[in-house]
């Protein structure tokens, strides 16, 4: 199963765009990578997910190098209500084997 | 209505006694998953169920059980409630009959808030 990892914590300040970057070397063919953001005392929210080159939707952007070893999900114009924690997930869960595993994730503050 | 439920939000007991979350969906999920988290940590997989006569443990499955009684309904018990129980348990479910682009997305239920004394 594919590894991740994510800084444990970053800061922002509002209004300006946050990247978060996921290291996955061992990313296999099959496998695709998600992004869920959690806010406290909730349970964690789907964001984004791709493939392979950029994806984009109104939450975020997720960019993607040719090699998929990392994946870096951009935040534009932060708010303090995007103050919460970044999971970063590399898996095929349409396959048996695929496990969903969180991690600690990144804690992103965004201050005034 | 919220799709995902978790029943209780919030419970309270002893050291030694047997308790039952439950978690029901209405999304018409095949597949179902129960998580605990701790303070500072992510979330750690407790058990799956991919259908109803499919369950497989998670990382961290000694000292639970869980029964998927129907495909809307997953629950998970503890046998003998110890301390170190104590955690924010999480639901989800997820469809494996989607497309590819959202095969991989979970949905998660509000938590039940567990204190283990």
């Known amino acids: 199963l594919a590894k991740t990892t994510q800084p444990i914590s970053m800061d922002s300040y509002e209004g300006q765009e946050v990247n978060i970057t996921c290291s996955h070397n061992?990313?296999?063919?099959?496998?695709?990578i998600t992004w869920y953001q959690q806010f406290p005392s909730q349970g964690p929210r789907f964001i984004i997910q791709?493939?392979?080159t950029k994806v984009t939707n109104e939450v975020a952007s997720l960019f993607i190098p040719a090699d998929r070893k990392s994946s870096t999900l951009s935040l534009p114009r932060v708010s303090l209500s995007d103050t919460a924690v970044y999971y970063c997930?590399?898996?095929?869960?349409?396959?048996?084997?695929?496990?969903?595993?969180f991690g600690r994730g990144t804690s992103l503050i965004v201050h005034p | 209505d919220a799709d995902v439920t978790q029943t209780p939000r919030n419970r309270i007991t002893k050291t030694g006694k047997r308790i039952m979350l439950e978690c029901s969906q209405t999304?018409?999920?095949?597949?179902m998953y129960w998580y605990r988290q701790d303070p500072g940590l992510g979330l750690r997989l407790i058990y799956y169920?991919?259908?109803?006569?499919?369950?497989n443990k998670g990382e961290i499955s000694d000292g639970y059980s869980v029964s998927r009684q129907a495909q809307a309904k997953f629950s998970l018990s503890l046998e003998s409630a110890i301390p170190n129980q104590t955690a924010l348990y999480f639901c989800a479910t997820s469809d494996s009959e989607r497309g590819y682009l959202k095969g991989n997305e979970q949905f998660f239920g509000p938590g039940t808030r567990l204190t283990v004394l």
């Open positions: 169920s991919f259908d109803v006569k499919d369950i």
């Open positions: 997930l590399v898996g095929d869960i349409r396959g048996g084997s695929y496990i969903p595993t």
């Open positions: 791709g493939y392979k």
């Open positions: 061992n990313i296999a063919t099959n496998d695709y």
């Open positions: 999304k018409g999920h095949d597949r």
